[in-house]
């Protein structure tokens, strides 16, 4: 019987480099907003989605905790964090 406190054994590290993205992209929306519109000015949701997106995953699989549920699981994983990031880069090239 599991008395839900984590073992050393069973603890996930922390993931530095998705802990740094999702540090990053926080600073970075916060220092600078207008990122996230578009040539009008007008807030452009694709891109803020993406981008949020990708901060949370970082944020979640940074702190080492990683959801029992898979598909919760792959939404916040470092991968899920990288196609978002991805993503980003894509929907701002072709705008």
């Given at each position: 019987?599991?008395?839900?406190?984590?073992?050393?054994?069973?603890?996930?590290?922390?993931?530095?480099?998705?802990?740094?993205?999702?540090?990053?992209?926080?600073?970075?929306?916060?220092?600078?907003?207008?990122?996230?519109?578009?040539?009008?000015?007008?807030?452009d949701h694709?891109l803020a989605?993406?981008?949020?997106?990708?901060?949370t995953a970082?944020?979640?699989?940074?702190?080492?905790?990683?959801?029992?549920?898979?598909?919760?699981?792959?939404?916040?994983?470092?991968?899920?964090?990288?196609?978002?990031?991805?993503?980003?880069?894509?929907?701002?090239?072709?705008?």
């Open positions: 019987m599991s008395s839900g406190v984590a073992t050393r054994a069973t603890r996930s590290p922390t993931q530095l480099p998705a802990l740094a993205t999702g540090l990053i992209l926080m600073a970075a929306v916060t220092a600078y907003p207008r990122f996230l519109t578009d040539a009008t000015g007008r807030a694709l989605m993406t981008i949020f997106w990708a901060m970082g944020f979640v699989r940074g702190v080492g905790f990683i959801p029992r549920t898979v598909w919760i699981r792959w939404t916040f994983s470092g991968w899920a964090c990288l196609v978002a990031l991805m993503g980003a880069a894509l929907i701002e090239l072709l705008h």
